[in-house]
């Protein structure tokens, strides 16, 4: 099956707060990424993790990476109304080559 | 930046009906592009793989009759909804593989979302 969990599955915090959803996998991988969608949308690429990198840094994103407990986290610091939207986690495995397979995704809702 | 095109956006049509989804690499050779169905407040579900030149590989559980998939140049991939039904309704996204910024990514379409009547 296609791989991937996310928790929350809903997140609503207040404007500047920071913003950390998380993500499971079930098997090794090459890499993560972390995309956000707007309903309705398309998804947009926000960052990549490489399997031998712990944490990586975009902006006010920060991305951990735990292959032992094969989980991962995206931290939105000082969160913005326009951070509003679903986040989705995706991972391309060892044995899938470059194909990805996506997190059920959190649903971030920033409250001016 | 690497840019995907989808196209149409929107398309409502009769039951019964087959249905083409476009999606173009604007600026980039894809030999490879990937096609995802998404349902209301759910994550996106890997369809197929779409390869340049060759038959899609369709993950299991996805009828190859029904969604059929052609991938005649390296920035063009069609997905033709066959003899729709409303159990179609759905939000179809494609996506190609490209690199930026010295990283390999995947580039979306802003999605098709289909509505069967």
């Known amino acids: 099956s296609q791989q991937g969990e996310e928790d929350p599955q809903a997140l609503s915090i207040q404007e500047g707060e920071n913003a950390t959803m998380n993500c499971s996998y079930k098997t090794s991988i090459n890499n993560l990424q972390w995309y956000r969608q707007n309903s309705g949308r398309g998804l947009v690429h926000l960052i990549l993790?490489?399997?031998?990198?712990r944490e990586k840094h975009s902006g006010r994103l920060r991305v951990t990476l735990d292959t032992s407990k094969k989980s991962s986290s995206l931290l939105i610091t000082a969160s913005r109304a326009a951070d509003t939207a679903s986040y989705f986690c995706a991972t391309a495995t060892t044995n899938t080559g470059n194909q990805f397979y996506f997190g059920t995704g959190t649903s971030l809702t920033v409250i001016p | 930046g690497a840019v995907v095109s989808q196209h149409p956006s929107w398309v409502i049509c009769k039951s019964g009906t087959s249905v083409k989804i476009e999606c173009r690499s604007l600026?980039?050779?894809?030999?490879?592009m990937f096609w995802y169905r998404q349902f209301p407040k759910q994550s996106l579900m890997l369809m197929a793989t779409s390869n340049e030149g060759s038959k899609a590989t369709y993950e299991q559980g996805v009828e190859k009759d029904k969604f059929l998939i052609n991938h005649a140049s390296l920035t063009l991939s069609t997905l033709t909804v066959t003899s729709a039904h409303p159990e179609d309704s759905s939000f179809y996204i494609c996506?190609?593989?490209?690199?930026?910024?010295?990283?390999?990514?995947?580039?979306f379409g802003s999605g098709t979302q289909l509505s069967v009547l």
């Open positions: 993790i490489r399997s031998n990198e």
């Open positions: 600026d980039f050779q894809a030999t490879t």
């Open positions: 996506s190609a593989n490209g690199r930026q910024s010295g990283e390999e990514k995947l580039f």
